[in-house]
């Protein structure tokens, strides 16, 4: 298998930090690259927005990852891209970025041209040759793009999820706020029942009261006395 990423470099902007070229490749692909670096720092005013873009030169690809203050670029050829998509040359670039990162923090940051170039072109060379030529290259790729897609599902689901247990929770307080206020409700009517109740005996027994007083006053003045002489003997 020949090679596919034939040359790469880490950038601060327009500065070049690391490069390598595989098979001689270094002075035309570096001065595309330069071009290509030159032309993101001024669209960008000297801002290191973060980004991702591929452009062609000819045969070859030229992709671009931009992340965190750095550049990572490297070249392919046009049917190397053709045959695995941008999948294994960005992979690439995440590589090479992480491991430039982790290695120089923020020296990178202030570092001079190619201060890094001596330690760091060793390492694009070993990515580069791994990238090109290993199919476990592509086959973790693949995986990796499969599993970040199967943790975006899992989020989502998690989210629904998470938000369908907020709705439940809302209708459980709903319910057990209608439960009591169902429990309130038949509590006063039962005192309202039991008060109406109250009140119609003691209506009921007062009307006794009053019809019994009358039929003994009317008694007592037929009986000529309240005692009713006339009428008991």
Not at 43 to 68: E, K, P
């Amino acid at each position: 298998m020949g090679k596919k990423i034939q040359y790469a470099v880490v950038a601060r902007g327009a500065v070049v930090l690391a490069e390598h070229g595989a098979g001689g490749t270094t002075t035309n692909a570096g001065a595309v690259a330069r071009q290509i670096l030159e032309r993101l720092h001024a669209a960008g005013g000297g801002a290191a927005a973060d980004c991702r873009v591929s452009y062609t030169q000819g045969l070859y690809v030229f992709h671009v990852m931009r992340a965190d203050g750095l550049t990572a670029l490297c070249m392919t050829d046009d049917d190397a891209t053709a045959a695995s998509g941008r999948r294994i040359p960005f992979a690439f670039l995440e590589d090479i970025h992480g491991k430039f990162v982790k290695t120089y923090g923020r020296a990178a940051l202030t570092a001079l041209a190619y201060a890094m170039n001596d330690e760091f072109s060793r390492v694009l060379s070993k990515q580069m040759d791994y990238y090109s030529n290993d199919p476990n290259a592509d086959c973790i790729t693949r995986m990796k793009g499969e599993m970040d897609q199967v943790r975006s599902i899992m989020i989502d689901n998690i989210d629904k999820v998470l938000e369908r247990g907020d709705r439940l929770e809302m209708l459980v307080d709903k319910t057990t706020t209608m439960q009591g206020n169902t429990m309130r409700f038949k509590r006063q009517a039962r005192r309202f029942r039991n008060t109406v109740w109250w009140r119609n005996v003691k209506l009921t027994a007062a009307v006794i009261l009053i019809l019994l007083a009358i039929i003994y006053i009317v008694l007592a003045y037929m009986c000529h006395g309240f005692t009713l002489p006339s009428c008991v003997r």
